[in-house]
């Protein structure tokens, strides 16, 4: 079988690998699609140090290999902190409000993609796949191509392509988007930012586009672009329900909530996902609905994330602050309808706290994906399903809601579109919640992340 050598920015390394929430579904996807392909998993220790030669820490773990090294500070905060996620990620998510447009940042993104490069390209055989991950790693496959690596490489992108009208506010954006024209096969997570993308490349580039064959042709190269939306661990996942460790925290839950319908949202306490916003909604729930204020608790799960990023600790004061507002306002002695946690869980407490919780509140701004939207559903009793409210900028959406069949939709800026969703959920007959898990369990269930990998392989593999 072609090995595999999957490059991405943090890397799964098995002494390290924490609680579920913290680690985002990245991690937990990545390393099930090297466990079924052998190969390495290369990128970035998460560690500080000046070491000039940039010495590789290798790992054997249960058939995969982790490859990292670490980054001297100076390149952690430009590339990490500053280009990828003060310049791209809020860039991407839509958020020019966020966006710095630093040079020096620039520089050190481009230095440690170099870095990157030096560093793997001798790990890397001749027959072997390369799959290169994400936003910190665009200019990745030309530093390898420089380098000579003819390999087939491939690069998915988790997070929203921004329309071009936006994607044009980046200085140098021509230059980003011609290293990206150097990978074999470009993958997104929905079409719209597939189309983005096209769009871009069509308009700004006079690139020569195939919407429907999702192929690029520009200056005598051929590169495609599909979708691949990820999925879940469904196998994995669904065994995490089976421990105690589930069993224990679906019970802490309903031993705490009694009466009270749980409500739940699990997100990284991140921008992007519309969490003082969702909170506002909560607030006009119980502004128009006070006699329901003993009907329904809120449990927020959101561990901290990029904390040495402003834009991050804004986030969290702000958040901090409106919980802090409802929960003064609207608890009594015995009722305090806002629970806040920032802290991860394990996947099998997840899955328990996920299972006891008859609503589940997903409603990020714009989100590449959002795999809490698949494991909520996923997590839930088929005989008595619990309701996902899930925002309509979410790439899920496209699989679990678009059509008006599964998950109730709504618009995550507006307070009365979240405080509505929330009464029908709270009311929602069962067969009517029944009807709506049964729209989304077989994609959940079948689109899951091994199946992810094998269209992704399967395609660059196919290519050239
Ligand atoms: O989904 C986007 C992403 O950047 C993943 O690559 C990553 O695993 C997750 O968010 C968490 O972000 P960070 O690695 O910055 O903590």
């Known amino acids: 079988m072609t090995r595999l050598i999957i490059i991405s920015n943090r890397v799964a390394v098995p002494k390290a690998r924490g609680a579920a929430g913290a680690q985002g579904g990245l991690a937990g996807a990545l390393n099930s699609a090297l466990k079924d392909n052998g190969g390495i998993w290369f990128g970035w220790s998460g560690q500080e140090s000046e070491d000039p030669a940039g010495s590789i820490n290798l790992q054997r773990h249960e058939g995969v290999t982790t490859a990292t090294i670490d980054l001297p500070a100076r390149d952690v905060e430009e590339y990490y902190n500053g280009y990828a996620n003060s310049t791209l990620w809020p860039l991407f998510h839509y958020r020019l409000d966020l966006t710095e447009y630093e040079r020096e940042t620039g520089r050190g993104y481009e230095r440690v993609n170099q870095r990157f490069a030096d560093a793997v390209a001798p790990l890397i055989e001749p027959d072997d796949l390369v799959w290169v991950h994400d936003y910190h790693l665009i200019p990745l496959g030309e530093r390898l191509r420089a380098q000579g690596v003819n390999n087939r490489i491939g690069f998915f992108l988790h997070i929203p392509w921004p329309p071009t009208r936006l994607f044009v506010s980046l200085p140098f ?18 079409d719209e930012w597939r189309g983005s993308f ?47 460790e589930s069993r224990n925290a679906h019970q802490r839950l309903l031993s705490s909530t009694r009466e009270r319908t749980a409500m739940i949202g699990v997100d990284r306490l991140d921008y992007s996902k519309g969490l003082p916003e969702r909170i506002d909604g909560i607030g006009r729930f119980f502004d128009q609905h006070p006699e329901r204020v003993r009907d329904l608790v809120f449990i927020q799960i959101a561990p901290p994330s990029r904390e040495d990023v402003k834009s991050y600790q804004d986030i969290r004061m702000m958040l901090e602050q409106k919980t802090g507002q409802i929960n003064g306002a609207r608890s009594e002695v015995d009722v305090v309808p806002i629970r806040y946690v920032n802290r991860g869980y394990s996947h099998a407490e997840l899955f328990g706290f ?86 989304m369990i077989a994609t959940i ?10 269209c992704f392989c399967a395609d660059l593999t196919a290519t050239r």
């Open 354 to 439: 996920f299972r006891g919780s008859k609503i589940g509140l997903v409603t990020p701004l714009r989100d590449g994906m959002n795999l809490v939207a698949k494991e909520y559903v996923a997590a839930q009793d088929p005989n008595d399903p619990g309701v996902l409210i899930l925002s309509r900028f979410a790439g899920a959406a496209e699989q679990l809601g678009l059509d008006g069949t599964g998950a109730v939709l709504v618009n995550p800026y507006s307070p009365d579109d979240i405080s509505d969703a929330i009464l029908q959920a709270l009311d929602m007959p069962l067969d009517e919640r029944k009807a709506r898990y049964e729209a």
């Open 445 to 454: 269930r079948d689109d899951n992340v091994q199946a992810w990998t094998r």
């Open 198 to 244: 096209l769009h871009y490349c069509s308009k700004e580039l006079n690139a020569e586009v195939d919407e429907e064959a999702g192929t690029i042709s520009f200056e005598g190269r051929s590169v495609i672009a599909r979708t691949y939306p990820i999925g879940i661990d469904w196998d994995h996942f669904q065994a995490q329900g089976n421990r105690g």
């Open 173 to 190: 954006h021509e230059r980003l988007v011609r290293t990206l024209l150097e990978y074999d096969l470009i993958g997104f997570q929905t």
